[in-house]
């Protein structure tokens, strides 16, 4: 020990956390800032995330519902998907989307409790559902099967008659 009552290893590894904490990215006049991973959200069909490379033309999205109305859709259709999801015990929604056609994922925690989801769907839009199954292999949660489902849609798709063939079923 010295005479300040630290050794120079202890006072050593104070400054390196010192300057580790001073590194942080600290905006001048304001509080300290997140730094940027650097990606944008920029969608386009080649280039980078960043942006779109050289001759990419960025993707445009129409909507069939007015801005203005969309937060309504999407809050009638989340209502709607909680009510049929809440008869289903381990059934969860994810997201409802309406920025176009109204999208949402819908996950389950086995296949016959997903099948049993997509019906109780099917018969809120009267079989005007597309759909996309699929399983999920988690190492965290484990497996679990997901469906994104097309609300509404015109080109509806029946639901399997059998657990098996809903999985199966894709190509």
Known sequence: MNNHGM????????WVLAAGVLSCNVNAGSEA????TG???TRSSGGSRSGPGPGAAAEQWTTSTPMG????VTEAAMGRMQSVVYGVQTAK????NCEGPCVTRLQANNV???RALLKSVSASYQGRIG??????????????FQLDVVLDSDTP??????DDELIAGEP
Do not use: I, M, N
């Not at 800032?33 to 940027?36: I, K, V």
């Not at 109305?69 to 309504?72: D, F, R, S, V």
């Open 39 to 41: 990606w944008t959200h």
């Open 33 to 36: 800032g997140t730094r940027s």
């Open 157 to 162: 798709k029946p639901v399997p008659e059998t």
């Open 112 to 114: 016959a409790d997903a």
């Open 69 to 72: 109305q969309q937060t309504a």
């Open 93 to 96: 929604v994810k997201f409802v």
């Open 7 to 14: 050794s120079l290893g202890t006072k050593v590894a104070l």
């Open 131 to 144: 759909f996309t199954a699929r399983e999920v292999l988690d190492p965290y949660t484990g497996r679990s």
